[in-house]
Nanobody, 129 residues
Framework: QVQLVESGGGSVQAGGSLRLSCAASGFTFSNACVAWFRQAPGKEREGVAT????????VYVDSVKGRFTISQDNAKNMVYLEMNSLKPEDTAMYYC??????????????????????WGLGTQVTVSS
């Protein structure tokens, strides 16, 4: 019933840009934490960015601050991740995740993976040098 479907991944040169999309359905989108995670081979899954859909407050991991932007479109039940100035170390499978209860401190959503109940299947991002 709950679905999160990612799209927009691909292969780009270092310094390029990509826009990832997450299409959400089956839960109350207007009051939820939605997040982007990434996982490269041999590495732990890392929380990249979060957004609280009611307050529009966002959280970013330090390594992407100033380069990535998370946003939402309530009318479309969509969350986006705009990625600029991409680096080879950004190469990973990127996952969309959501939580409809807890998982935040005030208006700011946590970046820990165990906070999130629903997960998409991922979209691959590859950045070459």
């Amino acid at each position: 019933q709950v679905q999160l479907v990612e799209s927009g991944g691909g292969s780009v040169q270092a310094g390029g840009s990509l826009r990832l999309s997450c299409a959400a359905s089956g839960f109350t989108f207007s009051n939820a934490c939605v997040a982007w995670f990434r996982q490269a081979p041999g590495k732990e899954r890392e929380g990249v960015a979060t957004i609280y859909t009611r307050a529009l407050r966002t959280v970013y991991v330090d390594s992407v601050k100033g380069r990535f932007t998370i946003s939402q479109d309530n009318a479309k039940n969509m969350v986006y991740l705009e990625m600029n100035s991409l680096k080879p170390e950004d190469t990973a499978m990127y996952y969309c995740a959501a939580s409809t209860s807890g998982g935040r401190y005030g208006d700011y959503c946590f970046t820990a993976a165990d906070t999130y109940t629903y997960w998409g299947l991922g979209t691959q991002v590859t950045v070459s040098s």
